[in-house]
């Protein structure tokens, strides 16, 4: 399949403005991994943009360029980094803080992390109740915090001298919330900031702001954020590409890793129980069961929609799922995710297999923040709006058209993914048909 239409992308020129809020843990071993690649002390390891490459035609014509020669991204040269928090501490004050990185390479981007000095954040202790900030911005009503963070964008922009600007939440899990009346659209949302309605949460008043500023926006945590009618109609009208949501970095990966490999071969499950202990910010703000029912969606619904009961009672109907984190301080940024899963193979013979991932979290997610800023970035160049769903594969709750459930399985996740980059570029698709090779 070839594709005619070739989309016109604006070129990559000029500073990059990498907006973040939450500048803790994931978004500091971000920057400090990115000034690190910039000065050759480090590889980028973990980011498509980076270090993967694209196939492109036939196997035997050999066109594998790496995907940052493929497509016009912007170079790390250019990025600039900025964020807010409801902590004062400076961008290398909190990855001293978070102690994920070791302070000796920590060291070594000393000078441009102090440089990065976050905003006050907007905070609300009721999405985020194991908190407590400090550095907060106050306002009369939501609609004032909303235009501050309006403030704050325009005057970064012009003060870092930036052509263009992307957002990526970073900041920590809110409670669970359902859509209510206030989300359906942008009059009665606009309406809730004035009337300070309880359900706009913090994060959707950084969305809304960056939207309506013309400035693609991604959600790395299960907030409810941006995926609501009122900001998805927002994102529509303004030309702003978005994705979302959660990203997908530890146990999840596993997840979408073995569970399409079991269904492949038609292996049935019989139950899949997933522990979790952590000791970071990110523990501790989970401790909390409404912080908590928030990420448990997002990591049950993995499983349902890559095994598809429905299709397969057999093997998944009754299949047992159960997801726990435990905070635990000792540990710090280096999560211990725990699975034990009982499979069953040919006469219904049973058969188990254990997981013990001794992963870190914020070293997992780092190049997933790189690639969806870069890809983000590209996706606004090149006139795309709304959800960006080929951009699933770096979330546990990939955002979706309405009424259409999301693809969990991580190889038709990367497949999408490059066939969207091929597409962008005018390449043919690759369809893995093969039968150019045989007729």
């Known amino acids: ?104 390479m920590l060291d070594q981007v000393k000078a441009p992390l102090q440089a990065i000095q976050p905003m006050k954040g907007v905070f609300d202790q009721s999405y985020v109740k194991r908190l407590n900030g400090t550095y907060v911005k106050q306002g009369g009503s939501k609609r004032d915090l909303a235009e501050m963070v309006t403030a704050d964008i325009a005057e970064f922009k012009k003060k870092n001298n930036c052509d263009r600007l992307v957002m990526i939440w970073c900041g920590s899990t809110e409670v669970f919330r359902r859509p209510t009346g206030v989300h359906q659209n942008m009059k009665e949302f606009e309406c809730g900031l004035m009337k300070n309605d309880p359900d706009i949460a913090p994060s959707q008043i950084y969305a809304y702001a960056a939207i309506n500023a013309g400035v693609p926006f991604a959600n790395g945590a299960p907030n409810l954020t941006h995926d609501i009618p009122a900001l998805l109609d927002l994102a529509r009208d303004r030309n702003v590409p978005i994705c979302g949501k959660d990203f997908k970095t530890g146990q999840t990966f596993m997840k979408t890793l073995l569970a399409p490999g079991f269904k492949s071969r038609m292996l049935g499950v019989s139950g899949w129980f997933s522990t979790n202990i952590l000791g970071n910010r990110d523990g501790e703000v989970l401790e909390d069961p409404d912080s908590f029912k928030t990420k448990e969606e997002t990591k049950l619904s993995v499983l349902d929609q890559i095994l598809q009961p429905d299709l397969y009672p057999q093997l998944y109907k009754d299949l047992y799922h159960s997801v726990k984190i435990n905070y635990y301080p000792p540990r710090g940024d280096a999560k211990e995710g725990w699975d034990n899963i009982d499979i069953f193979g040919w006469l219904g013979y049973p058969m188990q297999i254990k997981i013990d991932f001794l992963c870190r979290d914020s070293i997992l997610a780092a190049p997933l923040v790189l690639d969806l800023v870069l890809f983000s970035d590209l996706a606004q160049r090149a006139g795309m709006r709304g959800i960006q769903e080929w951009l699933s594969f770096y979330f546990k709750a990939p955002m979706t058209a309405m009424g259409l459930y999301p693809e969990h399985d991580i190889f038709i996740q990367l497949m999408k993914l490059k066939n969207r980059l091929r597409h962008l570029m005018g390449e043919e698709l690759i369809t893995h048909l093969g039968l150019e090779y045989y007729d």
């Open 1 to 104: 399949m070839s594709t005619k239409e070739t989309a016109k992308v604006a070129p990559a020129e000029g500073k990059l403005g990498v907006l973040v809020p939450g500048v803790g843990a994931v978004a500091t071993t971000f920057m400090a991994g990115v000034e690190l690649v910039k000065r050759n002390l480090a590889q980028p390891v973990g980011s498509l943009t980076q270090m993967a490459t694209i196939r492109l035609g036939k196997r035997t014509d050999g066109r594998s360029p790496m995907i940052k020669d493929f497509v016009p991204l912007a170079k790390l040269d250019d990025l600039v980094f900025g964020g807010w928090d409801i902590f004062e501490d400076n961008a290398y004050e909190a990855a001293a803080h978070a102690k994920v990185l070791d302070q000796t």
